[in-house]
T-cell receptor
Framework: DTAVSQTPKYLVTQMGNDKSIKCEQN?????MYWYKQDSKKFLKIMFS???????INETVPNRFSPKSPDKAHLNLHINSLELGDSAVYFC????????????FGPGTRLTVT | GIQVEQSPPDLILQEGANSTLRCNFS?????LQWFHQNPWGQLINLFY?????KQNGRLSATTVATERYSLLYISSSQTTDSGVYFC?????????WGAGTKLIIKP
């Protein structure tokens, strides 16, 4: 069974479109995250979220928004896609705070043309 | 904010060799994690090690929190060890990541 899953694995779209990436975890964790990995492999936290608090990295444009229908899901919605949004996006989860071990999904490679 | 530096940036070894990867951080941290990103992009949690030493098979890690560094040891390297190794530290309830060490194990 996949612990943290993401769909789609690949996403190719044009500038200006709106897209969503879905994430689900079956680990029973209560905190989920979205990370962006750029072409140089640098990983940067975008959001961390549990049912009590959303922590947003201040450098993330407000075109990006996390949406959580329940504890097991944290989707990433992106409006008005730009070329610079091309990257690999990872979802992760942990039990409790980010100070606990984090488990990652397989990533979604987003290409904006 | 806290800075995380990893060394070396790149490492090429023959199968069977041993290696040591280093992670330095600029401030005290509450936890430190080591991850392996394999050539297919999957990120795998190797160690959760805020202090002390842990071992898992051919891999072990040591964190000396008072001196602000952690070491990841890989013994008897295999080609499947290839990939990028990241350390990440907790700062203000968010993980801050190093730039990684790219390891290539040649058969």
């Amino acid at each position: 069974d996949t612990a943290v899953s993401q769909t789609p694995k690949y996403l190719v779209t044009q500038m200006g479109n709106d897209k969503s990436i879905k994430c689900e975890q079956n680990l029973g964790h209560d905190t989920m995250y979205w990370y962006k990995q750029d072409s140089k492999k640098f990983l940067k936290i975008m959001f961390s979220y549990n049912n009590k608090e959303l922590i947003i990295n201040e450098t993330v444009p407000n075109r990006f928004s996390p949406k959580s229908p329940d504890k097991a899901h944290l989707n990433l919605h992106i409006n008005s896609l730009e070329l610079g949004d091309s990257a690999v996006y990872f979802c992760a989860s942990s039990h409790g705070t980010p100070r606990r071990e984090q488990y990652f999904g397989p990533g979604t490679r987003l290409t904006v043309t | 904010g806290i800075q995380v530096e990893q060394s070396p940036p790149d490492l090429i070894l023959q199968e069977g060799a041993n290696s040591t990867l280093r992670c330095n951080f600029s401030d005290s941290v509450n936890n430190l994690q080591w991850f392996h990103q394999n050539p297919w992009g999957q990120l795998i949690n190797l160690f959760y090690i805020p202090s002390g030493t842990k071992q898992n098979g051919r891999l072990s890690a040591t964190t000396v929190a008072t001196e602000r560094y952690s070491l990841l040891y890989i013994s008897s390297s295999q080609t499947t060890d290839s990939g990028v190794y990241f350390c990440a530290v907790d700062s203000n309830y968010q993980l801050i990541w190093g730039a990684g060490t790219k390891l290539i194990i040649k058969p």
